[in-house]
């Protein structure tokens, strides 16, 4: 999907926090073409910083999650942040950046039955509203 974006607005304009999984040419042309910072948030404040009064589109892929905190996706990769790490992401890009548009992805609500990751989404999006008024 992301190579799909970076076709419309090339080189430079592509963030990517917290991936861990991929094959190895996806891997190849993040390296080469977006600034990807795997399995964290470090370097998210710089990052910031560096987009700030520039406009932004924010995806987020609840996958980020470790799975045992949400189970509910199709794609559960162990080593994900916790969900106050991605609170506090969530708040610093939201509350300072100029977000023109935004989603969240990746919950697929039939893999957990317990409704956690349900619940887990909705409590993310309602941050993100928050962080954005």
Same mark, same amino acid.
């Given at each position: 999907?992301?190579?799909?974006?970076?076709?419309?607005?090339?080189?430079?304009?592509?963030?990517?926090?917290?991936?861990?999984?991929?094959?190895?040419?996806?891997?190849?042309?993040?390296?080469?073409?977006?600034?990807?910072?795997?399995?964290?948030?470090?370097?998210?404040?710089?990052?910031?910083?560096?987009?700030?009064?520039?406009?932004?589109?924010?995806?987020?892929?609840?996958?980020?999650?470790?799975?045992?905190?949400?189970?509910?996706?199709? *794609?559960?990769?162990?080593? &994900? %942040? =916790?969900?106050?790490?991605?609170? $506090?992401? !969530?708040?610093?890009?939201?509350?300072? @950046?100029?977000?023109?548009?935004?989603?969240?992805?990746?919950?697929?609500? *039939?893999?957990?039955?317990? &409704? %956690? =990751?349900?619940?887990?989404?909705? $409590?993310? !999006?309602?941050?993100?509203?928050?962080? @954005?008024?």
């Amino acid at each position: 999907m992301l190579r799909r974006c970076w076709e419309l607005v090339g080189d430079g304009h592509i963030f990517q926090f917290g991936i861990r999984s991929g094959d190895r040419d996806e891997f190849f042309f993040a390296d080469e073409h977006t600034e990807m910072h795997k399995f964290s948030f470090d370097g998210l404040e710089q990052t910031v910083e560096k987009l700030a009064g520039k406009n932004v589109y924010f995806t987020l892929d609840l996958d980020v999650l470790d799975p045992s905190i949400f189970p509910g996706t199709g *794609t559960p990769e162990a080593g &994900g %942040v =916790s969900f106050e790490e991605l609170r $506090k992401a !969530i708040t610093l890009v939201c509350s300072k @950046l100029n977000i023109v548009g935004c989603d969240v992805n990746e919950l697929s609500p *039939t893999y957990d039955q317990s &409704g %956690v =990751s349900t619940a887990v989404a909705c $409590k993310v !999006i309602r941050e993100m509203l928050l962080a @954005l008024s």
